[in-house]
């Protein structure tokens, strides 16, 4: 195992997650580059394109450069195949397989995102402008479903800061909310209460400026696939899956902070802020352990879960102070 290490978090270099002879050649590209690789910030920007190999199943999506953001040397990918079968994304029904069944019908193109409330330069903005606002990045992050199922992805997309920081948030914006698509038209799981349709979530504005807060297009170097969100959704690796909302159709900037969607439907189980804690319980299950789709088979020990997924050295400063048992 060859690993780099800054700031007290571990790196996996992409010898470890990209196949042999496309990291050679890289490699020997590099050398012929000005010199070593910088390590900075978050994760090693690398200025060649770095790759996981494609599945060859969706367009390509090449990425300008890799931040690979605290992926630990223990953590090997998820399976393509597990991460694209093994879905929630409830519009297109509850069960873990009816995203990959039925997500074939949404349509995404033409697709615009509005941008609303307090910012200085509101607006609709099309895909294929938001594809192009900023370089598109590899991220391995680890994403932990409340449910206690967790997967390792190499997402495609850019910080969220980027977009925030394009559109100018006044000094009223203290939080932000995700608005998804809602389309009876497109989405069969719609016809079922299950949720208050659309989906909706929030962050408060730090969180949504954390670097680490990814607007992902992406993954496996291909665009998002249907099930997982397409064309664009958010990832939040050290909150609850259920924060990363899919196929963003809007983004609102707010002072009060907003309802939620699983907030609004049971409230006494999902909070505002739903970071990954080992500690505190979900009122019916314990959040303690997980286990790693395509790796942990059922009968197999679980893994231990960690305090916000792993991302302690990063974000744990912006929740000093909370009691995180009552602000869950
Ligand atoms: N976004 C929308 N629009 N609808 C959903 O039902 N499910 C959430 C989240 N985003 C959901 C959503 C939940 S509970 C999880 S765990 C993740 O998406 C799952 O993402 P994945 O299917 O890519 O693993």
């Not at 038209?185 to 954390?210: I, K, N, T």
Request: proline share 7%; glycine share 8%.
């Amino acid at each position: 195992m060859h690993h780099l290490k800054d700031r007290g978090y571990t790196h996996l270099v992409s010898s470890e997650i990209t196949p042999r002879h496309v990291y050679l050649q890289r490699r020997r590209l590099l050398q012929g580059a000005a010199g070593g690789v910088a390590l900075a910030g978050l994760g090693a920007l690398r200025p060649a394109q770095a790759q996981v190999a494609r599945p060859g199943q969706q367009a390509a999506l090449p990425a300008v450069r890799s931040a690979v953001a605290a992926a630990m040397a223990t953590d090997k990918l998820t399976p393509y195949k597990d991460i694209t079968t093994y879905n929630n994304f409830y519009e297109f029904g509850t069960d873990k397989a009816d995203p990959a069944k039925y997500a074939g019908s949404l349509r995404t193109r033409p697709w615009t995102v509005a941008i609303e409330g307090e910012v200085k330069k509101p607006g609709t903005y099309d895909i294929e402008t938001l594809l192009k606002l900023s370089p598109m990045e590899e991220r391995i992050y680890r994403l932990r479903c409340v449910e206690g199922w967790s997967m390792v992805v190499p997402w495609v997309g850019y910080s969220l800061a980027e977009l925030i920081r394009k559109v100018e948030p006044t000094g009223n914006a203290k939080f932000v909310q995700f608005i998804t698509l809602a389309d009876r038209a497109q989405m069969p799981g719609l016809s079922q209460a299950v949720l208050d349709w659309p989906y909706v979530e929030g962050l408060r504005m730090d969180e949504a400026l954390h670097p680490l807060t990814l607007l992902a297009f992406g993954l496996y170097g291909e665009v998002m696939p249907k099930q997982n969100g397409a064309p664009l959704r958010l990832v939040v690796p050290w909150k609850y899956g259920f924060k990363s909302g899919k196929s963003l159709v809007k983004i609102r900037f707010v002072e009060k902070q907003p309802k939620t969607s699983w907030e609004a439907a049971i409230p006494e189980e999902y909070g505002f802020y739903s970071n990954v804690n080992p500690k505190v319980d979900h009122p019916r299950w314990s959040q303690a352990t997980e286990r790693r789709l395509g790796e942990d088979g059922l009968f197999a020990k679980k893994r231990p879960t960690l305090m916000f997924n792993g991302y302690e050295a990063q974000v744990g400063q912006l929740y000093a102070g909370m009691d995180l048992k009552k602000f869950y």
